[in-house]
Each structure stands twice: as structure tokens, then as C-alpha cells.
């Protein structure tokens, strides 16, 4: 039986973490375990939640800062912030619904100890980019502050921001303080349908070169289109590609005319409005394209220009469906499931279209075998295995989570 | 100036200079090393010019290859090595020690790609800041961080110190704008980390380099986000008789949901000199003068400082003025980013660096002023507002040793100042030496412990960029400490 253990004060997680240390044992670091399910499972006898470390801690609305405690569900977070008609830019990804865990769910600090970025992290940044401070126990039982509550600060190294990304295995994060942003008035989508993946990257990509500030891009795949239900485009048999233009009303209307003028050797778009776009946009932070199935999800970052030929490589191998977003560098691979989830392959193509892949979604026995994060060439190596000695020396903090025997 | 404490140089290095400069021309090559005495003048300060020393060489190796082999000498002797770009630093990044050795990056400039498709440049790190947007700027495309140097400042130095600028409000700053770099690390070792893709693969390394200072490694290659150009830009001129005012509205113009490109900040004093200096048609009747700019189309550019003039008006500015034409824009412009050079021609000035939250604004330029008048001194303030980036600039003469002491403690003072109201010491300059002595301010013992174990896993006997960043007490002997984990140590 794994002890839950949900510490509700920095001190309280720092005793515990301490004791673990003084055991030589290991824990498993948790928000509300929406994401356990990526990864390898960590074999920890106890498991450290931080669900209750919650509450928002500081919220300045003139200022675009929000401060909250780790466990703070961004549900919460995001109600309070539309309440002042702001938003969190980076649009972080919900994926219960892919990984069979519940919708809605996630904490703010799991957002950034996994560096959650959405669609809009093409205009506006990523998790990270967003991340200005944080308070948290590192795994020598050390409470310890980085950043701070101002937008520009270079102080010191980075620790903060360098804690984004590394997924609960350097140290737990107690409190974090972020960049907000305003709501855009108005919203439209230009739909394209019917468009092969390799144009449907360079009408992405065309788009995102001009001055229209266009804030999401993606393709879906015939298939994965048709688990889209906003009305207009959805349950359609062919594949989309969507842009998004956000700003105040007479802007977007003017923006979307000047698109679909510089983009009409693409075609006539399907125009939709503030609420349609709200559905569609929501249906990608919650993954209706890739719901939970046995399918392989894999999840590949990669240069826009080499992402069409990695998945046409890739289909030599096996059978693919490809959605891609941030105008093409990011690709969600769903394949068949197998029992090495085609990794040899996946990582093949990744590396020589320069990149990387982590698996997603595979059965436990699949991410036991095979490496989830992409791994990494030597020098890298080496400092990724100094960075977890700085941080947690004896390893206790979600061993194996990221790398075997890290 | 002499207050700040600089360690007393190993004796055993500086003995044996002629052979380490014969070691460092066998390895570079003749033309890349400068030792003759004129030579390494040009490197002895850099912006921070209060504080000059003689490096015992400076390097200017062409290629990554170089600078590896430099660095894996100086790490097998014992050599310390201070990193440099261009040597704009305003805290001191770049001051040279007796017993060290200058890399300077200044010839590695090559544009090695653009691509429009994934919207990156690739470039040697010595290259300007200004000259990756001239590169890009022929396919419509810019790099976005502005620093005020940046016709000479280096993408370097940019990464070294995290550097922003005056449009940061909406691009942010360096390390939200470099998306994979070359690093060479004490030992030679070469490391590449992410590339043309957005997220670089496991733990955030590059968030660690990106501001630190040229300890951890020198950095020569970068892969940078580039932006398509804004169709058109124009910028206001908002007028107020009190800072007061000003700052309320800065906040509103915020909270009303827009984000301008830049709001930047002057007060009389720095008003006068800049207008003096530029002609910019700054107003010369105002306590605090607000520079927004916004972009877009001549529409869409009109319709939102129209909403801003509007949420200006409700407090009643002495005047608000907007830019009629480009040539108007630029001057406008012109005035603000050599405010410091135009108040540097009155007199000899600090610039310190500090950030606050914004609601702190009033008060802490109050507080500025009386810590100045306590001291007998005279400040300007010419800051990114809409950020909380403030930049006093403190007048004294430097030819006055009493005067220069003063001024020292007022920066100390108005640093202080910035941390107690829930601020920080540096914003975008970095530490370097000047804010060094003060890292315990903001951080408790435990918070710069987990600091300096990064710097030692990367450079484990401390020999990159030494005496900045952290206080010289409690370090030597943890710098002296055997064997943290280091990359050295396969």
C-alpha cells in the first residue's frame, strides 16, 4: 500500500521530504495526478501531493501577475482570472481526457513542472516563458525561493524558469507567481479544408509570417477532424487546417480579411465567430482530437520546414495519423498501439529532422520498456545527471520519472 | 571609485604571463591574441566605467573549435577567463581581473541562416543585437529584444545578462526569445542545446545560461525566434503634472486589456535633457511624460491610442500629443533610447536597474528622490514603465571621490528599496560586480546556495567570469570544494 501523504505548508512537505532523505527512500510527487500516466511509473513507497497547498496568493490585474500555491487547480485560476478579463496566454493543455484521467483537474504548479503550453504558445510563449518566480523544497529537504512578483528580473541565475519542464524529479514546487494576460474581445477562425499536410504547414507557416498576429494554427487529419464537434466544421470527413486571429473587434475584422486575401491561392475559408472559435480552440486544449484509446500518442517538437517529411517517413514504417500545431512544430503522432510503440522509428525521424519526441500515451507495461523523454546525446547527458545531483543528490524525488536511473 | 572589494590576483598566474601568452598563440594563432599593453587597454572596463583593470591577454578566437581549446587550456593551468562581448555591460560583467584572460566573441558575427518558415535566425554569437534584424529585416522579419545598446551590444552579452529592452512589454526579453544555443563549458566540452524547434528536450538548461553572466560557459552560436515587422508603429506623448498620475495611468491602460508595444516613463530632469538633445517636441511643462506605442495597421493603430487618449483624458494630462509622421516617431524614439548618453554629456551618472510592481510606483520615486536629496545628489528617471523596470540615473562627479562614494550608497539605497517593496536588484543589466555585495538583500543564504552549485556543476573550480554575481564571502570555500558533481568528471 503507497502512503498518500498531502502536506498543506512548505515546512510540513520539508519534514517529509526530510525523513524520506533520512530513510534513503524515494516518493512520487504528484498535483492531482492528471498526468501520472506519462512517464515511467515511479516505484516510490509513498506519494507526495500537493493538493493541498492551495489558494491564490497574490493577484494584481494592473499589473498582469498572479501568484498562487502549487495545488491551486487552474480551474480556479482561470475563473478568477475571467472574472477581470484575463486570461492564462499560454493556454495550457487539459489531458485527462486523452489519458483517461479527469477533465479539469490539473494544478497550476504541474502546468509548469511540465512546461504545458497550447496552441496560443505560438504567438505568446510558453508555460516557462510566463513562469517569473517560485517557492519550493528541492530534494536535500531546502526551502528555497527563486524570481519574484516583477516582470523583468535578472537576478541571479534562472533556478525558476530552469525548474520548469522537469516534471517533479529536481525539486517540488510549493508556490508559483506568472504573467497573465488580457482576454481578447473578438475571435475568428479561418478554416481550411481538404488541404494535404505539407501545404496545410506552409499555409500555417504563411500565416504566421505576416503582421496579422495570428495566435493558433493547427491541422487535423481527416480522422482526428471527425472527433471534432463545433458545429460548422464538426464530424466532417476531410482534414482541417485552422487559424486564429485574437484582438479587439474592428482589428479581427480587418486582420481576417487581410489573411484570407494573402492566403486565398489556399482557398475560400469557413469563417467562425467569437463562439464557435471558443468551441473549437477548447476542443484542442482538451485533445478531442486524440481521445483516450489503447492508440500510441506520441508528442514530436520539431523545425515547421521538416515536419511534413518526418510523418511522411515515418508512414513507410507504420500507419500514422498526424495532428500538427504551432504552425507545424509540434506533432501529435497517434499510431497503433505495439509493444515497443514504434519508439526506434519515432526517435529516428525526430533526430534527423532535429527535435525530439516524448511518449504520451502507451499502456504501463509499453512505458516501462521504453524511454519517454527523448535521450539525450552525452554532453547533455551529463549535465541533465548534474543538474539532479545539485538538486536532489539522493534521489529521491520521482526516480526514473524522466530517465532510467536518474 | 573604489568601494567594491575585488579579490587580490593569484600572483602565480600573473608571474607566468609570457608563457601563457606564448601557450595562447600556439593554440589561436598570433592574430587572435592580444597582449601588448595598448592593445589590452581597449579591454581593461566596459560600461561600468568606474572600475578598470589590465587583463593579462585577451583571446578573440574565430571559431567555436577556438574557443574550446582556449577554455580547456585555461581550465588544465588555472587560468581565469572573463567572457565579453562588446563590453556594454553597466554593472560590470565584463571588468577584467589582473590574473585572467579576456575571450572576447567580437569575431564570431556570421549570420549562419534564416529561415521564414520556422521563423529562426541562426547566428554566431558575437554578432550585434541590431544586425540580426538587419539581416532578417529584408524578408520582413525582426529579432524583438531592444536593449538601448543595441547598435553595438552583442547577442552574447544579451544572453549573458538576459538582456530586454524598451519593447519587452509585448516580446519579453532574451530568454523568451532564443531557442537553442552552442555552448562551450570550462572543460572544452561543446554543447548544443534545442535548435529550430520551440521547446528544448529535458530540463530546462537554457533557462539556467540564458543570465548567467558568462559563469557557466561561453555561448558562440544561437538560434533566435524571429517576428514578422508590424505593419506600422506609432508611438504618443502623454503629459502629466505629477508622477502620481502618470503611474495611475500606465495601470489603467493595462487593466483596460490592451497591451502596448512600450510604455516608457521620463521625468522633468530627464525630459529636459533628452529634449534638449533630440528635439524630439517632448513637453517641457510636466513632472512626467508617458511614451506609448502601439502597432498594427494606420487603422488599427489609430483606433487604440484614440482608446488611450481617452482613458488619459479621464486624468486630466497637461498635454498628450501623438506622432504625426515617421519622422516624428523616430525623434521621439531618438529622444528616449539616448537618454543616458544626453544626460551623460551634463554630467557623470550611476544607472542602476532595479524593478518593482508597478502599484509602487508613486512611492518609490518619492523614496528615490529623498534618498538623492539626502545624499546631495541629483537623479533622472528614464524607465519601462509598463514593466516596473525603472532606471534612476544618479549625477555626481567622478572627479570627486567623496561624491562617487555617495552616489554608490544612494544606488544601494534605491536597490534596497526596490527588493523591500517586493521588487529585485536588476531587471535587465545583471549583478556583475556593482550589485554583487547586495544578492543577500534578496536572497537568503539557501537560495544562493542552490545558485552556486549550478555555477559549480559547470565551472567546479570557478574559474569563468569570476568575483561577479555572488558575494565573495561564504564562496571560496565552497568553491574550493571537492568534487560537487562536474561535468569535468566523467
Known amino acids: 500500500m503507497t502512503d498518500l501523504l498531502r502536506p498543506a505548508a512548505d515546512w510540513e512537505l520539508k519534514s517529509m521530504l526530510a525523513q524520506i532523505g533520512e530513510q534513503n527512500a524515494a516518493v512520487e510527487i504528484i498535483g492531482a495526478g492528471t498526468k501520472r500516466a506519462i512517464g515511467h511509473p515511479v516505484q516510490a513507497p509513498a506519494i507526495i501531493s500537493t493538493a493541498s497547498l492551495r489558494g491564490i496568493t497574490l493577484y494584481e490585474p494592473t499589473e498582469l501577475v498572479m501568484g498562487a500555491r502549487a495545488g491551486t487547480p487552474i480551474s480556479q485560476i482561470e475563473v478568477e482570472l475571467a472574472s477581470r478579463g484575463q486570461m492564462l496566454p499560454f493556454e495550457p493543455l487539459d489531458f485527462g481526457p486523452a489519458l483517461a484521467a479527469p477533465a479539469g483537474m490539473q494544478t497550476i504548479g504541474a502546468v509548469f513542472a511540465t512546461n504545458n503550453s497550447g496552441s496560443r504558445r505560438i504567438s505568446a510563449g510558453s508555460a516557462r516563458d510566463h513562469l517569473i518566480g517560485l517557492r519550493g523544497v528541492n530534494g536535500r529537504a531546502e526551502i528555497f525561493k527563486s524570481g519574484g512578483r516583477v516582470m523583468k528580473n535578472v537576478t541571479g541565475y534562472d533556478v525558476a524558469r530552469g525548474l520548469t519542464g522537469s516534471w517533479g524529479t529536481l525539486a517540488v514546487m510549493t508556490e508559483v507567481t506568472f504573467k497573465v494576460a488580457p482576454l481578447p474581445d473578438d475571435i475568428a477562425t479561418l478554416v481550411y479544408a481538404g488541404l494535404p499536410e505539407d501545404l496545410a504547414v506552409e499555409l500555417m507557416s504563411l500565416a504566421m509570417g505576416t503582421p496579422f498576429e495570428v495566435s493558433g494554427t493547427v491541422h487535423l487529419p481527416a480522422k482526428h477532424a471527425a472527433r471534432i464537434m463545433t458545429p460548422q466544421i464538426g464530424s466532417r470527413n476531410t482534414p482541417l487546417t485552422a487559424l486564429r486571429i485574437e484582438n479587439f473587434m474592428k482589428s479581427v475584422r480587418y486582420r481576417k480579411g487581410r489573411l484570407i486575401e494573402a492566403l486565398k491561392a489556399c482557398g475560400q475559408p469557413v469563417e467562425l465567430d467569437l463562439e464557435a472559435s471558443l468551441g473549437f480552440w477548447g476542443e484542442m486544449r482538451r485533445m478531442a482530437f486524440a481521445p483516450h484509446s489503447d492508440d500510441i500518442l506520441w508528442r514530436v517538437s520539431t523545425s515547421p520546414r521538416k515536419a511534413p517529411e518526418l510523418v511522411a517517413t515515418l508512414r513507410r514504417h507504420m500507419p500514422v495519423e498526424a495532428t500538427y500545431d504551432w504552425s507545424g512544430g509540434l506533432i501529435w503522432l497517434e499510431i497503433p498501439d505495439c509493444a515497443d510503440a514504434g519508439a526506434a522509428d519515432v526517435r529516428r525521424a525526430a533526430a534527423i529532422a532535429g527535435g525530439h519526441a516524448t511518449l504520451i500515451r502507451a499502456r504501463e507495461a509499453v512505458r516501462r520498456e521504453v524511454d519517454v523523454f527523448q535521450p539525450q546525446a552525452p554532453a547533455l547527458e551529463r549535465l541533465s545527471r548534474g543538474l539532479k545531483q545539485v538538486f536532489d543528490p539522493q534521489g529521491i524525488l520521482n526516480p526514473g520519472r524522466m530517465y532510467q536511473a536518474m | ?490
Open chain 2, 1 to 490: 571609485m573604489s568601494s567594491i572589494a575585488l579579490p587580490q590576483p593569484d600572483t602565480a598566474i600573473v608571474d607566468r604571463r609570457d608563457a601563457i601568452v606564448k601557450d595562447l598563440i600556439a593554440i589561436a594563432g598570433p592574430g587572435a591574441v592580444i597582449a601588448d599593453e595598448d592593445g589590452r587597454r581597449a579591454y581593461e572596463t566596459d560600461a561600468f566605467t568606474a572600475y578598470k583593470c589590465m587583463p593579462l591577454a585577451v583571446v578573440l578566437p574565430d571559431s567555436t573549435d577556438c574557443v574550446a581549446k582556449v577554455l580547456s587550456y585555461c581550465q588544465r593551468q588555472g587560468i581565469k577567463v572573463v567572457p565579453r562581448g562588446a563590453g556594454t555591460s553597466l554593472c560590470g560583467g565584463a571588468l577584467p581581473a589582473e590574473d585572467a584572460i579576456v575571450i572576447g566573441v567580437s569575431k564570431m558575427n556570421k549570420v549562419l541562416e534564416i529561415d521564414t518558415v520556422a521563423r529562426i535566425a541562426r547566428v554566431e554569437a558575437g554578432i550585434t543585437n541590431l544586425a540580426i534584424s538587419g539581416a532578417a529585416g529584408a524578408t520582413g522579419f525582426f529579432y524583438a529584444p531592444d536593449p538601448s545598446s543595441q547598435l553595438a551590444c552583442t547577442l552574447a552579452g544579451n544572453i549573458a545578462m538576459n538582456s530586454g529592452g524598451a519593447h519587452c512589454l509585448k516580446y519579453g526579453v532574451t530568454t523568451n526569445n532564443v531557442l537553442g544555443v552552442k555552448l562551450v563549458t570550462i572543460d572544452g566540452s561543446i554543447v548544443e542545446i534545442g535548435g529550430a524547434h520551440l521547446d528544448a528536450e529535458g530540463y530546462d538548461l537554457m533557462a539556467l545560461i540564458i543570465g548567467s553572466e558568462g559563469q557557466l560557459g561561453i555561448v558562440t552560436e544561437a538560434t533566435v525566434r524571429i517576428l514578422p515587422q508590424a505593419e506600422g508603429a506609432r508611438p504618443m506623448l502623454i503629459g502629466f503634472e505629477s508622477t502620481a498620475k502618470a503611474s495611475i495611468c500606465v495601470s489603467r491602460i493595462i487593466a483596460s486589456g490592451i497591451v502596448p508595444v512600450a510604455i516608457e516613463f521620463m521625468d522633468r530632469p530627464a525630459i529636459e535633457v533628452c529634449e534638449a538633445f533630440a528635439k524630439a517636441g517632448y513637453p517641457l511643462d510636466v513632472d512626467a511624460l508617458l511614451i506609448v506605442e502601439v502597432e498594427g495597421s494606420d487603422e488599427e493603430i489609430a483606433d487604440r491610442l484614440g482608446y488611450i487618449a481617452g482613458l488619459a483624458q479621464e486624468l486630466g494630462p497637461s498635454s498628450v500629443i501623438i506622432s504625426a509622421d515617421e519622422a516624428q516617431s523616430a525623434k521621439i524614439w531618438k529622444g528616449r533610447k539616448s537618454a543616458f548618453g544626453a544626460i551623460g554629456r551634463k554630467a557623470d551618472y550611476l544607472c542602476m536597474d532595479g524593478t518593482i510592481p508597478l502599484s509602487q510606483l508613486t512611492y518609490v520615486l518619492e523614496e528615490i528622490s529623498n534618498i538623492c536629496r539626502r545624499y546631495g545628489l541629483g537623479v533622472a528617471n528614464v524607465f519601462h514603465a509598463g514593466d516596473g523596470n525603472l532606471h534612476p540615473l544618479i549625477m555626481y562627479d567622478a572627479n570627486d571621490a567623496r561624491q562617487s562614494e555617495r552616489a554608490e550608497q544612494a544606488g544601494a539605497d534605491i536597490l534596497r528599496l526596490c527588493v523591500s517593496v517586493g521588487g529585485c536588484l536588476t531587471g535587465e543589466h545583471g549583478v556583475g560586480i556593482e550589485k554583487r555585495d547586495l544578492m543577500r538583500v534578496q536572497f537568503s543564504e539557501t537560495d544562493l546556495m542552490q545558485q552556486m552549485r549550478i555555477k559549480s556543476l559547470f565551472d567546479p573550480a570557478w574559474l569563468l567570469n569570476p568575483a561577479k554575481v555572488f558575494p565573495l564571502d561564504g564562496r571560496p570555500e565552497f568553491a574550493a570544494r571537492p568534487a560537487e558533481p562536474s561535468i569535468a568528471a566523467e
